[in-house]
């Protein structure tokens, strides 16, 4: 695997385990519920490095330097352990997720096989190895390889980004930088630890800056998702975020009285990514929790991916959302030292302000490439664009930049044409959320059937649903929001769509699902789902 170049950043995430000796201060809690209150287990910095120490010799007892290492283990500390026990003995971790279903069993069980781990850890190792961790940390070289991310799979087959000590210390300084993040800040996440939002920003960010961070299990915000806004007034947290679907959920699914008992006046950074960042959503968001004290001007879009490490754009701390161009918010400015260009990628050129194109970037938190595939590493790597010395990374994403903002219109992949005019599935989902007040997930994908592209939605309708008023509900959003006729509307039942791990639309999976006549209600032709 190529090296990267070292940048000679910081933060240290291992060096400031390290000075966490004798610490009890707090550096990580956990959250549970029972009925409508819950309780906060903590570990202190000091407890922290010495769990990681006992991870750190168990791993070693059974692996050596280099070694690749899964670690499935549930949220909550024994991950966190598990997972900085590695990096800490020197050795390659593999986040995934605990593989409690046999579709994550399956897919855990191809990423041993992909990377040729040693060791799996699911659970939370055992205090047997109390006195075998080493003293110190491995003082790993910055082109070293810290982990593997494995992407979501909502395109295309999961692969392996190539994460590297330097790169990682690289994405942490700019998300300080941006957000202005130091020990005064407390964090509160329920975001998944194998993902690279909840695994950099939930996670080793807290660590590299000093600050706690109480965590909550992503199935209890899934239950109630009241609970992430409640949890953030109750720490008195600074610092969070989540996707865009998130934030609707947040307002969904409660009700004014309840959101007026919060304070949210603590919170300055209210991160939002890992998904396209909806401008209605953000307005919704900022009038309901309003009364609860949030300000709008906390609200912090951003843009980033795996291949990134996590972090390539965001708006400063304190500017809020801003302007919005057809719905789509800004993302932001590029961190310090990334480059972002929109590209033309039939001609190989750059294009100008104001123009949509593919979006390329260089910097240094870009990956090395994708593990044991050096076709897909190449092709998502190696783009060059003349008279620039550097190789960018393709990210398959679809943007503007305009004023040294970038806007993200969703994933190439995504874009439907329609009468000569390109339209982003993300747009199509949303408008029909919108219609149906939330109600059912929905998937928008093209379809190529006998050389014609056809425009499928597959929307979940609930048992007892007025079919009817669905499918009229799905043609007025669309007619109305983008002059669109889809030519095919399956109404399936809830469960229907498929989604990634972490909660976004995996429209090629749900495409193929209706294809194979897997969805439990018969797809309609145009003629019947629009009277």
């Given at each position: 695997?190529?090296?990267?170049?070292?940048?000679?950043?910081?933060?240290?995430?291992?060096?400031?385990?390290?000075?966490?000796?004798?610490?009890?201060t707090p550096a990580f809690g956990f959250a549970r519920w029972r009925g409508?209150?819950?309780?906060?287990?903590?570990?202190?910095?000091?407890?922290?490095?010495?769990?990681?120490?006992?991870?750190?010799?168990?791993?070693?007892?059974?692996?050596?330097?280099?070694?690749?290492?899964?670690?499935?283990?549930?949220?909550?500390?024994?991950?966190?352990?598990?997972?900085?026990?590695?990096?800490?003995?020197?050795?390659?971790?593999?986040?995934?997720?605990?593989?409690?279903?046999?579709?994550?069993?399956?897919?855990?069980?191809?990423?041993?096989?992909?990377?040729?781990?040693?060791?799996?850890?699911?659970?939370?190792?055992?205090?047997?190895?109390?006195?075998?961790?080493?003293?110190?940390?491995?003082?790993?070289?910055?082109?070293?390889?810290?982990?593997?991310?494995?992407?979501?799979?909502?395109?295309?087959?999961?692969?392996?980004?190539?994460?590297?000590?330097?790169?990682?210390?690289?994405?942490?300084?700019?998300?300080?930088?941006?957000?202005?993040?130091?020990?005064?800040?407390?964090?509160?996440?329920?975001?998944?630890?194998?993902?690279?939002?909840?695994?950099?920003?939930?996670?080793?960010?807290?660590?590299?800056?000093?600050?706690?961070?109480?965590?909550?299990?992503?199935?209890?915000?899934?239950?109630?998702?009241?609970?992430?806004?409640?949890?953030?007034?109750?720490?008195?947290?600074?610092?969070?975020?989540?996707?865009?679907?998130?934030?609707?959920?947040?307002?969904?699914?409660?009700?004014?009285?309840?959101?007026?008992?919060?304070?949210?006046?603590?919170?300055?950074?209210?991160?939002?990514?890992?998904?396209?960042?909806?401008?209605?959503?953000?307005?919704?968001?900022?009038?309901?929790?309003?009364?609860?004290?949030?300000?709008?001007?906390?609200?912090?879009?951003?843009?980033?991916?795996?291949?990134?490490?996590?972090?390539?754009?965001?708006?400063?701390?304190?500017?809020?959302?801003?302007?919005?161009?057809?719905?789509?918010?800004?993302?932001?400015?590029?961190?310090?030292?990334?480059?972002?260009?929109?590209?033309?990628?039939?001609?190989?050129?750059?294009?100008?302000?104001?123009?949509?194109?593919?979006?390329?970037?260089?910097?240094?938190?870009?990956?090395?490439?994708?593990?044991?595939?050096?076709?897909?590493?190449?092709?998502?790597?190696?783009?060059?664009?003349?008279?620039?010395?550097?190789?960018?990374?393709?990210?398959?994403?679809?943007?503007?930049?305009?004023?040294?903002?970038?806007?993200?219109?969703?994933?190439?992949?995504?874009?439907?044409?329609?009468?000569?005019?390109?339209?982003?599935?993300?747009?199509?989902?949303?408008?029909?959320?919108?219609?149906?007040?939330?109600?059912?997930?929905?998937?928008?994908?093209?379809?190529?059937?006998?050389?014609?592209?056809?425009?499928?939605?597959?929307?979940?309708?609930?048992?007892?649903?007025?079919?009817?008023?669905?499918?009229?509900?799905?043609?007025?959003?669309?007619?109305?929001?983008?002059?669109?006729?889809?030519?095919?509307?399956?109404?399936?039942?809830?469960g229907a769509v498929r989604v990634t791990s972490s909660g976004k639309i995996?429209?090629?999976?749900?495409?193929?699902?209706?294809?194979?006549?897997?969805?439990?209600?018969?797809?309609?032709?145009?003629?019947?789902?629009?009277?």
């Open positions: 695997m190529a090296a990267c170049r070292d940048k000679g950043l910081s933060p240290d995430v291992l060096g400031a385990l390290a000075a966490g000796a004798g610490d009890d409508g209150d819950h309780e906060v287990t903590r570990w202190s910095r000091d407890a922290l490095l010495r769990a990681v120490r006992r991870a750190a010799g168990a791993i070693e007892a059974v692996t050596a330097p280099g070694d690749r290492v899964v670690v499935a283990a549930p949220p909550g500390f024994g991950f966190i352990a598990a997972f900085l026990g590695c990096l800490w003995s020197g050795r390659i971790a593999v986040p995934a997720q605990t593989p409690a279903t046999a579709r994550a069993r399956a897919f855990l069980d191809r990423l041993v096989a992909v990377t040729q781990t040693r060791l799996v850890i699911e659970a939370p190792l055992h205090d047997a190895a109390r006195d075998a961790g080493p003293h110190d940390p491995v003082k790993p070289r910055r082109d070293a390889v810290a982990y593997l991310q494995f992407t979501s799979g909502s395109t295309q087959a999961p692969r392996g980004a190539v994460i590297t000590h330097g790169a990682l210390a690289a994405n942490l300084a700019a998300i300080g930088d941006a957000w202005d993040l130091g020990p005064a800040d407390r964090g509160v996440f329920w975001l998944p630890p194998f993902h690279d939002m909840g695994l950099v920003g939930a996670l080793l960010t807290p660590i590299a800056f000093g600050f706690p961070a109480t965590l909550m299990h992503p199935s209890a915000f899934l239950q109630r998702p009241g609970r992430w806004p409640a949890l953030i007034a109750a720490e008195r947290a600074t610092f969070s975020g989540a996707p865009n679907f998130a934030y609707d959920l947040c307002v969904d699914r409660s009700d004014a009285a309840d959101r007026a008992r919060l304070d949210l006046s603590t919170w300055r950074v209210a991160v939002n990514g890992a998904e396209p960042v909806m401008a209605h959503t953000l307005a919704r968001f900022a009038e309901a929790y309003g009364p609860a004290g949030f300000s709008a001007a906390a609200l912090a879009p951003g843009y980033g991916l795996a291949e990134s490490v996590l972090f390539v754009t965001a708006r400063r701390s304190g500017k809020g959302a801003g302007a919005a161009r057809e719905g789509v918010v800004s993302c932001g400015v590029p961190a310090p030292g990334t480059i972002v260009r929109i590209v033309d990628e039939t001609q190989g050129i750059a294009l100008p302000d104001g123009a949509s194109g593919a979006v390329w970037v260089a910097g240094p938190s870009i990956a090395c490439g994708y593990w044991n595939d050096a076709a897909a590493s190449t092709d998502a790597f190696g783009a060059r664009l003349p008279g620039e010395p550097h190789a960018f990374l393709r990210t398959g994403d679809v943007g503007v930049l305009h004023g040294g903002e970038l806007y993200i219109c969703g994933r190439a992949k995504d874009v439907i044409v329609r009468a000569g005019r390109n339209v982003h599935a993300a747009d199509l989902e949303h408008a029909i959320a919108c219609a149906l007040r939330g109600q059912g997930r929905t998937a928008a994908f093209p379809c190529l059937e006998a050389a014609e592209e056809r425009l499928v939605i597959v929307h979940e309708a609930p048992a007892g649903a007025d079919e009817g008023a669905v499918r009229a509900a799905i043609a007025d959003a669309l007619g109305a929001g983008f002059d669109i006729v889809p030519d095919v509307v399956a109404l399936a039942a809830p995996a429209r090629a999976a749900t495409r193929d699902a209706w294809r194979a006549g897997l969805l439990a209600r018969p797809s309609l032709s145009n003629a019947e789902a629009h009277p």
